[in-house]
């Protein structure tokens, strides 16, 4: 009887050294597996993962790793012993922290000439490459304001108008990617002058939410129950109330996105450094890149694709606005100054 | 009576899980941070770290209090009385606790928003809310055990029904008051989703600070400093739980009937209101539920249950969202029987004498280790070589089971404790050896309390978010994380779908709870012995 | 003189379930009257109905000659002694004693010394910082006795006491607890199965069947 939990305790130990020997590192990378670490939001179609498989004789195993901060936090911490092989989804706030670590090893794609020429501006030096970009932008619920007859803010100077007082909801920037791309809008656009302008939104009855769901279905007017017209969001949020719709859909969506005052995030993926399966990570990488998964990141993950040339899908060229002039701060400036923003932020809204 | 020699050995298995997949992954966290950052010592006395804790610990004691007022009248009601209803009253009062966040934080703003603003009491409601099947549930089982005999005596010496209540009915319970204060408290001090979703500035918590300095500033040192605040609280508060709840233990044994309920209309009422009032609080959250699975833009519809087998609906693009009904089931059941293995070991090595107290305090200290620490522990530890378990899937069950297993031994321990030595001493004068007069007394007991653990680490491992949003397989979501990524983009459909499937989640769990009542009750419901 | 405890055209009922009818029945000072019956045949509702456990379905209770027949239980004045001693596990025997004494207005100090002086009476002196389960059976029976009759209540429900105790005991036990009840003065009324017990320590033994009519 003695021998029982010793048994179970042997078995364990057994299992696990079983299952970290079968994980062995190949030499190239077809008949290889190649772990993919991306954050949650990551969807790519089947069809174009089987295609992978075929071609290349890979085997793709997508890990989550939970939102993009945690998951840059887990890869920083990993740096040079990874738990994948290739990382997509770290985003340009939490590019430079990532590439501080040493996470990345240098890999420059055969297909980055196809990338939108200022995409390809920012590689971290040759480590990481652009898959693609979205704009966190103010949306508009058109109808409400047009019943109010208010009319539709269009910079972000309106939104500290008395006009609009009570009407805005954001997110708060250390709980919300979405939030924080806002935060960092205001302060590429108002520079030092930054927290004069929250004070003004503060007074001007701004509401904070924790996180985009709370903010969008909890108290958008355009995208639940809520009272307020106006809510921090994406460019493409107006598109996915089409795609996300009651049958029969509507022939246009009933909210807009706002040009002015948008944050553009750009996506990137990379080879992470001391992987037993670079050639893997390579192809991976460049399969992010290729046309056909270019063309299925619209409707997958609602973004732009960075590959030049990709035709939009109908409700995406319809409805998604492409922004004219976003705004973006240097990656190593963002990491700089970001702890100091969000204590500002939080003494200046009282949070 | 005697004890078989092995039940010595019994605390190497839950010792052995929880050294393998709660020490390794937080010893190798730590010592990774401080390998690349040189160490966190600074950290820990950073003033505005205490005033965080401080100010959780003030949250934590008005949750467990509200918690402890709601959950006392209806483990009463829910526990003692026999009644038509009662078994599904106690299975609803269950729901709450096994929701996603996101679906409670919602259902309660949407119920309370437009007269309650964000902040301190709607995280204190929404604590309350969850946990009332932790008061309910623990409580109840031992006041299921009072035959109301002790109250009746105290009442013929002159004392009221009030007055008799705290004199005699409250001292009674205090070892399971206590207990599930403990643990309500726990919950509440390292709660996350529903402080980051309802709270302000003033109701954060060690466990969002946790979050918030890894994945916005990644600031390690600075985690590893609140992570490590937050755990000796958690084992403080579990270690003084355990100190207080010692009681004597009850000297009835027998099984007592459900009481029939009160024959005078003033009592009578009151349980049946409490009840009523009791699976109203649950209920009106559910029905909103279900009314936005319903509903859509233009009125009544199907569609979004319709849409639960459409693989547009979905967020993957691979599979329908009932897809991800599957993957939970899986999920769950590997999580029952991993933690009906290691709970019912846990529970086996509380009954030696003499190791209960510590066993009962390290089994419970998984409750207080920050999902976020131990997420990134984890991947660290077991999602690479040389232990690299992702590929075997075991990774989400394991992180369950570390949830469940404290509140599987806080159910198979009181029904260990229940069964009567007598017998086994009764088994040994006939000749059995000790361990067959161990089975013999404790056999069918112990095989009831393990299903019942069973169902019950499944329903955890069922509304589980935290660790499934970080390591299951992005392609194949559980349900809670496939509702809350729904809930995360625009569209009537994402609500109404992500409405629907919450709707399955609270079906499911209302089955699976319902059976561990049936299973977990060895009570007959014959009349009560004092009208008999 | 008033009986201290009348019980007229009372009928028996359970879960609204009337079974017994036209129940009279009259308890004097220091009487003992045993009320015999097998289990199932009423005599745990009878006492039920007198101490306001159980709801009167018809007729009326009478203490001291005052109508308590929908009174509360603790403004009756009618104490119980169980099968088992039900002493409050986490309070000392002296507190347990004390304890009717304190529901009445006495101040701790005073009905703690009552306490001591009852423990003598019972030849259990030195008992009362003693914890409930450090008592045999016998004491602890005597303690919960003790912690009935303190209060002074007029009447005594007693639910077969002594069938928990072996048989040598339960002989001894009976007679002491006999004659503390009639120096008490208490209306005793000892529901049992047991013949032989009703007729050891009873003044009058009432068969139950005889005392009203099946309805």
Redesign the interface.
């Known amino acids: ?2 021998a ?3 048994t ?2 042997v078995a ?1 130990a057994a299992a ?2 079983a ?5 062995a590192p190949e030499e190239s990378a077809a008949g290889s597996t190649v ?1 993919l670490l ?1 954050h ?7 069809a174009l993962v089987e295609q992978l498989e075929e071609e290349t004789g890979i085997t793709l ?10 998951m ?3 890869a ?3 740096a040079g ?4 092989d290739a990382m997509f989804g770290v985003d340009s706030t ?1 590019l430079s ?1 990532a590439l501080d670590a040493g996470v990345f090893e240098p890999y420059t794609s055969p297909e980055l000439d196809t990338v939108i020429p200022s995409l390809r501006e920012d590689t971290g030096g040759g480590m990481v490459t652009p898959i693609d970009y979205g704009d966190v932008c103010i949306n508009i619920d058109d109808a409400a304001l047009a019943a109010a007859g208010v009319p539709a803010p269009t910079t972000l100077d309106d939104l500290i108008d008395p006009t609009y007082r009570d009407m805005l909801v954001v997110q708060d ?3 919300s990617s979405p939030g ?1 791309a806002f935060l960092l809008a205001t302060i590429a656009r108002y520079g030092d002058g930054w927290t004069d302008y929250w004070s003004a939104l503060r007074d001007n009855g701004v509401s904070v939410a ?5 903010a ?3 108290q958008f007017s355009g ?3 809520g009272t307020r017209p106006l809510v921090v ?1 994406y460019a493409t ?1 107006p598109p ?8 029969p859909k509507p022939e246009a969506p009933s909210t807009s996105a706002m040009a002015d005052g948008c944050y553009r995030q750009v996506e990137y993926a990379g080879v992470l450094a001391g992987t ?1 399966n670079p050639e893997g990570a390579r192809v991976v990488v460049d399969w992010l890149l290729s046309q056909a998964v270019q063309a299925d990141v619209p409707l ?1 993950m ?1 973004v732009f694709p960075a590959r030049e040339g990709i035709a939009l899908p109908e409700v995406f060229a319809d409805f998604a606005l492409d922004v004219p002039e976003p705004l973006a701060l240097p990656a190593g400036e963002v990491a700089a100054g ?2 100091d923003w ?1 204590a500002e932020w ?1 003494s200046v809204m ?2 | 009576m005697t004890l078989p020699a092995w039940l010595r050995w019994s605390w190497v298995l839950p010792a052995a899980f929880l050294a393998v997949f709660l020490a390794y992954p937080l010893a190798t966290l730590v010592r990774t941070i401080a390998s690349s950052a040189g160490g966190f010592a600074a950290d820990l006395v950073d003033t505005s770290l205490w005033q965080v804790a401080g100010l959780a610990v003030l949250q934590a004691l008005a949750s467990t209090l509200l918690a402890l007022l709601i959950g006392l009248p209806l483990a009463n009601v829910a526990t003692r009385y026999r009644y038509r209803g009662r078994a599904l009253v106690q299975a609803l009062v269950t729901v709450p606790f096994v929701l996603p966040t996101v679906v409670v934080a919602l259902a309660v703003r949407s119920l309370l928003g437009p007269g309650m603003p964000q902040g301190l009491a709607l995280v204190v409601i929404a604590h309350a809310y969850v946990n009332l099947a932790v008061v309910t549930r623990i409580v109840g089982s031992q006041w299921a055990q009072q035959t109301g005999e002790l109250e009746l005596v105290a009442r013929t010496l002159g004392a009221s029904r009030w007055r008799a209540f705290v004199d005699v009915t409250l001292p009674g319970l205090r070892p399971s008051i206590i207990t599930s204060a403990a643990v309500v408290f726990v919950f509440s001090f390292s709660s996350l989703g529903i402080v980051l979703l309802l709270g302000d500035a003033t109701t954060r918590t060690l466990e969002s600070q946790v979050l918030r300095q890894v994945s916005v500033l990644l600031d390690f040192p600075g985690a590893a400093a609140s992570a490590i605040v937050q755990l000796v609280v958690v084992s403080l508060v579990l270690l003084l739980g355990a100190v207080a709840s010692r009681g004597q233990s009850s000297r009835r044994r027998r099984p007592v009937p459900l009481h029939p309920l009160p024959t005078l209309p003033g009592p009578r009422l009151a349980v049946l209101g409490t009840a009523a009032f009791g699976s109203a609080i649950v209920l009106l959250p559910i029905i909103a539920l279900v009314l936005a699975s319903l509903r859509g833009p233009a009125g009544w519809t199907l569609d979004w249950w319709a849409s639960l087998g459409s693989v547009d609906a979905g967020t993957t693009r691979l599979a329908p969202p009932s897809a991800a009904l599957a993957t939970s089931l899986g999920y769950a059941a590997v999580t029952a029987l991993v933690a009906a293995l290691v709970g019912g070991a846990a529970a086996l090595a509380i009954l030696v004498p003499g190791r209960a107290r510590v066993i009962a305090v390290i089994g419970m200290v998984p409750l207080g280790v920050s999902a976020a620490t131990l997420g990134l522990g984890t991947l660290l530890a077991f999602g690479r070589p040389p232990f690299d378990l992702r590929g075997t899937g075991l990774l989400v069950p394991v992180a369950h089971a570390l949830v469940a297993v404290p509140l599987v031994i806080a159910v198979v321990t009181p029904a260990l404790r229940g069964t009567d030595p007598r017998l086994a001493a009764l088994a040994a004068t006939l000749g059995a050896r000790a361990s067959r007069a161990f089975w013999t007394a404790h056999g069918p007991v112990l095989r009831v309390a393990m299903v019942a653990s069973a169902a019950l680490a499944g329903a955890v491992s069922l509304g589980e978010f935290g660790a499934a949003a970080f390591l299951a397989r992005t392609d194949s979501p559980t349900v809670p994380v496939q509702i809350v990524r729904l809930l995360g983009r625009p569209g009537d459909q994402s609500v109404g779908v992500a409405a629907a499937l919450a709707v399955v989640l609270v079906v499911v769990t209302l089955l699976l709870v319902l059976l561990i009542d049936r299973w977990g009750s060895t009570r007959t419901s014959r009349r009560s012995a004092v009208a008999a | 003189m008033t009986p201290r405890l009348s019980v007229v055209d009372l009928s028996l009922g359970y879960e609204g379930q009337v079974f017994m009818r036209g129940i009279d029945l009259e308890v004097g000072s220091g009487e003992i009257v045993a009320v015999l019956g097998p289990s199932g045949s009423g005599k745990s509702t009878l006492l039920g109905e007198i101490t306001g456990v159980l709801p009167v379905p018809h007729g009326h209770v009478l203490v001291d000659g005052r109508d308590v027949t929908t009174a509360p239980i603790q403004e009756r004045g009618v104490g119980l002694l169980f099968q088992e001693p039900l002493l409050f596990p986490h309070l000392d025997v002296a507190a347990n004693i004390a304890y009717g004494l304190r529901r009445h207005g006495w101040d701790r100090r005073r009905a703690t010394a009552r306490a001591h002086e009852l423990l003598n009476w019972l030849g259990l002196d030195g008992y009362g910082p003693r914890r409930p389960d450090q008592l045999s059976g016998g004491q602890a029976q005597r303690v919960a006795l003790a912690r009935a009759l303190a209060p002074q209540p007029a009447v005594l429900g007693l639910d077969e006491p002594f069938s928990a105790l072996d048989a040598d005991l339960r002989r001894r036990l009976a007679v002491e607890v006999a004659a503390v009840l009639r120096e008490s003065g208490v209306a005793a009324i000892h529901v049992t199965h047991d013949a032989e017990e009703a007729q050891a320590i009873a003044d009058r033994v009432i068969e139950l069947p005889s005392l009203g009519s099946p309805a």
């Open positions: 009887m003695r029982f939990p010793v179970i305790t364990l696990l050294v299952t970290g020997c079968s994980s772990r991306a949650e939001s990551f969807v790519v179609s089947e195993e997508i890990i989550s790793g939970a939102d993009a901060g945690t840059v936090a887990g920083v911490l990993a012993n990874p738990t994948a939490l922290r920037p250390a709980t924080l924790a996180s985009w769901t709370d969008y279905i909890g995208g639940g129950d969001s949020s996915a109330e089409i795609v996300y719709a009651a049958e037993p997958s609602f970001l702890p969000l939080g009282g949070r």
